[in-house]
């Protein structure tokens, strides 16, 4: 039993980091309908302007967490402004496509600017785990779930008591609508892209004390969240959150009581498995199509 509850402990912590990406996922396709597959890379690309915050330039640790997520917030904005502005209003296939341009520019920019190495993402914490009710747990792991559960508290303050939060859900559900209302799209568009991008900010800012820094930690994330989306229901915030943590708890026991090497077959194995009983996902809505 103690095993066990040191696996999940694990399996809820990086099912919240993919719950995290995932929710950007979720933000920017109920916004523009648009898939970003550059959402990996942006979680990379916080966690090595947090080791140069932290070690480049000597701040403060919680310093370093604050500027990163102010240049998150600006780098958001200006892939927004790069990216998807020039082509609103064309097919959202090209959009895809830019997307996925953006995710090989991104990883091999970084790959020149910082190199192939990986790099060491301080802590707050030190690394010895600690006992909490009989289970080793290492600190980082509880930092995780606790900044998770507090960001997601948070996202739901914002979209259930904000008037802006009022206007995100407006624009998401019928843009033209929201505008003869009023609403300015094109800011809340920018404004969704972001908060994804303080979202993934926060997913590399916690992941990279876990694991070394490297150009490649995008990719297995992006994977992982993008299968999270798909298991909770493309569009749905709770589906994002669910999907997420579900995967990390079976990602962390397949590999602790079958093989790390067949952990990730057996993730992939039990999604195909829920998408065969529920193809629209756990919290995805039901569409009929009439004859």
């Not at 000597?58 to 500027?67: D, I, K, M, Q, T």
Request: positive net charge; contains cysteine; aromatic residues 12%.
């Amino acid at each position: 039993m103690q095993h066990l509850g040191q696996m999940l402990a694990n399996g809820l912590a990086m099912g919240c980091i993919y719950a995290l990406v995932a929710l950007g996922f979720v933000l920017v396709y109920r916004a523009v309908a648009v898939i970003n597959f550059a959402q990996g890379e942006f979680v990379m690309i916080s966690a090595f302007f947090g080791v140069m915050a932290a070690t480049l330039l000597r701040l403060p640790l919680a310093l370093s967490y604050f500027v990163v997520f102010l240049a998150m917030a600006a780098f958001g904005f200006i892939i927004q402004r790069l990216t998807y502005y020039p082509l609103r209003g064309k097919p959202h296939l090209t959009v895809v496509i830019c997307t996925v341009g953006l995710h090989i520019v991104l990883k091999n920019g970084a790959r020149l600017l910082w190199g192939p190495y990986p790099l060491s993402f301080p802590s707050f914490f030190r690394r010895e785990p600690m006992e909490v009710m009989g289970i080793l747990i290492v600190p980082q792991t509880l930092f995780i779930i606790g900044v998770t559960g507090s960001l997601f508290f948070l996202f739901y303050l914002f979209f259930k008591k904000t008037m802006m939060g009022y206007m995100m859900q407006a624009t998401a559900q019928d843009p033209e609508a929201a505008r003869l209302m009023g609403i300015r799209v094109d800011r809340i568009i920018a404004l969704t892209f972001v908060l994804n991008s303080l979202l993934a900010g926060a997913a590399g800012l916690l992941l990279g004390p876990i694991f070394l820094v490297t150009t490649d930690m995008g990719g297995a994330v992006l994977i992982k969240a993008f299968c999270a989306t798909i298991i909770g229901g493309f569009g749905s915030v709770p589906g994002a959150v669910v999907g997420g943590v579900f995967l990390g708890i079976v990602e962390i026991l397949a590999a602790g009581y079958v093989s790390t090497f067949f952990k990730d077959g057996l993730a992939f194995g039990v999604i195909i498995l829920i998408l065969l009983l529920a193809p629209q996902g756990i919290f995805g809505e039901k569409v009929a199509e009439r004859a």
